[in-house]
């Protein structure tokens, strides 16, 4: 059977709705990048002792973190989201990985992640030199020492879990 005849009748319908795709495109949430990291952010670092040994994931998770925590505060996208918990929860999980990493607290989330990409960019081509340069801001080779060693981390477990929740859940209807 033939699936041409299907394909063209649903872009007609489409292109009469009068609505640009780049419209239909926001509204079925494929624009927001952080929604298809949200998705696997369980996966990635849900168990947060299996990246025990790993510093260039530890690296990239802590990263994910500091850019959910700040979406959550300034992204139109993630600022209103149906769990009321979401903030609060990536806040926590911010402080619980920085507290674990030596990050102080008044370090600004965008030298964080500057410094944290950097350093798991760095380490995944194992270079390990470039990746103390990168986090220099933060706390240099003695974040770079925790990243091998971190401990089990259950605020940013259960934040995982939130974000996979809230990216999953249905947008229209609100």
Known sequence: MKSWPLALSLLLSLAACGDTPRNLLGQI????PLRIVARAAPFEFGETERL???????????ARIEEFANAAETDPLWTHPRNPTLLPQLQMARS????ALGISPRVPNTVAIT???????????YNTPAAEVAL??????????????????????????ALAIE???????R
Not at 52 to 62: K, M
Not at 96 to 99: D, I, M, V
Not at 115 to 125: E, N, T
């Open 167 to 173: 990216a999953n859940t249905s947008q229209f209807g």
């Open 29 to 32: 949430r494929v624009a927001d």
């Open 136 to 161: 220099a801001p933060i706390g240099g080779g003695t974040v770079l020492a925790r990243l091998s060693n971190l401990p089990r981390l259950p605020r940013v477990e259960d934040a995982s879990q």
């Open 115 to 125: 410094a944290l990409d950097g350093a798991a960019r760095a380490l995944y081509r």
């Open 52 to 62: 025990r040994g790993r510093p260039a994931e530890a690296a990239d998770a802590a």
């Open 96 to 99: 619980e990985f920085r507290q």
